[in-house]
């Protein structure tokens, strides 16, 4: 005779009963290709998408505050971009006067 097993459910199963991903899937084998891009890209390069990815979230954020937040954050982006140009000033004035070593 056959007896019926209880099944037990796994948390790595939805509640749908289907097995959220496949066998290969869970073994790193079947990948999509942009994981696999992602994955062979330069780790400097994945920073710098990273940061632009963010910044693109930012800037379409920063496009739905109010006006009046949004006037005072672009004056505060100004003002932090006029401290950084003034900053570059005097380091390249540094390295100017600093005589070379040796």
Known sequence: MIRETEKTEQAAEPQTGRPAQSGEAWLGRNRSAKRRL??????????????????????????QLPEPT?????????????????????????????????
């Open 70 to 102: 949004r006037s005072r954050l672009d004056a505060a982006l100004g003002e932090l971009e006029r401290v950084v140009r003034r900053i570059a000033a005097i380091l390249a004035e540094v390295a100017r006067r600093t005589p070379p070593p040796g």
């Open 38 to 63: 992602w994955e062979r890209l330069n780790p400097r390069h994945r920073k710098e998408l990273r940061m632009l990815a963010e910044a693109l979230a930012l800037q379409q954020t920063h496009a």
